[in-house]
């Protein structure tokens, strides 16, 4: 199993360009979230899905998009880059015991 | 809702040395509870789990007991080595993780 894999690793985005995250996870889990964590932070919940079809906002969801069309896929949308968005992206997906698999994340810099 | 708080740090310790760091959460169910290690520049990492009272979770030589009572969920370590410098996170879970604000670790040799 690759566990959760997201591309690409690193990004360098102009202000007001957009881009899309990757993430991919191959254990069948229905949960999947987005995360960003600030230099020095701990993580903030972006965006979550509970399943295929199915997606819901976290605390930080401004300026993002998300979609699930398959339970192995939950990209992430990000529309206008601000610099504000400079972070490193984390996505997950949940096993049975509430515990959640972390993706190796996507470094973003906005300039 | 819910949350986690955890000891600040950062904490710097010698090789062999005993490491805890302390967390405590507050839940209106029975959430499971985690600890997660972030070595620099990669992703999180499930270190152990908890899901339910009384349960001890344990890992590479951490270990972390789920206290109801006093509503905690403790890290400690007994030796630790320079290749356990990192950032550690508490965790509580229901529908999504609800994280501590992290622990830096540094061991010296």
């Known amino acids: 199993n690759a566990g959760v894999t997201q591309t690409p690793k690193f990004r360098i985005l102009k202000i007001g360009q957009s881009m899309t995250l990757q993430c991919a996870q191959d254990?069948?889990?229905?949960?999947m979230y987005w995360y960003r964590q600030d230099p020095g932070m701990g993580l903030k919940l972006i965006y979550y899905s509970v399943g295929a079809g199915i997606t819901d906002k976290g605390e930080v969801p401004n300026g993002y998009n998300v979609s699930r069309s398959t339970t192995e896929d939950f990209p992430l949308r990000l529309e206008l880059a601000a610099p504000s968005q400079t972070s490193v992206y984390f996505c997950?997906?949940?096993?049975?015991?509430?515990?959640?698999?972390f993706g190796p994340g996507t470094r973003l810099t906005v300039t | 809702g819910d949350s986690v708080t955890q000891m600040e740090g950062p904490v710097t310790l010698s090789e062999e040395a005993f490491l805890t760091i302390n967390c405590t959460y507050t839940a209106t169910g029975y959430p499971s509870l985690f600890w997660y290690v972030q070595y620099p520049g990669e992703g999180l990492q499930l270190l152990l789990k908890?899901?339910?009272?009384?349960d001890k979770g344990s890992n590479k030589g951490f270990e972390a007991t789920y206290r109801k009572e006093t509503t905690s969920f403790h890290l400690e370590k007994g030796s630790v080595q320079v290749s356990d410098s990192a950032v550690y996170f508490c965790a509580l879970s229901d529908y999504k993780l609800s994280f501590g604000a992290g622990t830096t670790v540094t061991v010296r040799a």
């Open positions: 997950a997906s949940r096993g049975t015991d509430y515990e959640q698999y």
């Open positions: 908890a899901t339910k009272a009384d």
């Open positions: 254990m069948n889990h229905n949960y």
